[in-house]
């Protein structure tokens, strides 16, 4: 199992993962993995490598969140100069991304997954519908769904994001 699903995971961690740390959450992902596949259900309604993805980005996001700094404000009239420039930016990137996984949560699972997959993962859609043993055409409406629904509701945030900021992708 480990070794068909090593690339398809080792590409999510370098795409979603902390750069610095690669090889030590990939090592902590397959523990993660081999502990949870005791409840992946085989004659359930999703394949083995598309449970693995879904584990996978669920842990990855859990690690994000985890290492996510806590903003504090600062009372008492203390106005300290921003040390970096554009920190109002990207406290701002941060903030629409934050919205952007939340929104991404608020999606059906098929949606989401398929969003997640081709648009964050970089996976190939034609790969992804072989993996789940669907029809591309099946693939690319969930795609077109998911995207609509985004677009609906951060349309107003995405015009208002900072340059360089999070983008959704259209492939």
Do not use: C, Y
């Not at 004659?43 to 504090?72: C, E, I, N, S, Y």
């Amino acid at each position: 199992m480990l070794r068909a699903l090593g690339p398809l995971v080792g590409s999510l961690v370098a795409k979603l993962g902390a750069r610095r740390e690669a090889e030590d959450q990939l090592q902590e992902l397959f523990a993660h993995l081999l502990s949870v596949l005791p409840r992946f259900d085989p004659d359930g309604p999703a394949q083995l490598t598309t449970w693995a993805f879904t584990v996978t980005q669920r842990w990855l996001l859990m690690q994000k969140r985890r290492a996510a700094p806590t903003l504090v404000s600062i009372d008492g009239g203390l106005h300290l100069p921003s040390t970096q420039p554009g920190a109002q930016e990207l406290v701002e990137g941060q903030q629409l991304a934050a919205l952007l996984r939340t929104e991404l949560a608020r999606l059906p699972e098929d949606q989401r997954r398929v969003f997640e997959l081709t648009q964050l993962a970089g996976q190939p859609i034609a790969e992804l519908a072989a993996l789940e043993g669907v029809p591309v055409a099946t693939l690319k409406t969930r795609l077109h769904r998911a995207r609509a629904q985004l677009v609906t509701r951060l349309g107003p945030l995405l015009d208002r994001a900072p340059e360089g900021g999070p983008h959704v992708a259209s492939r």
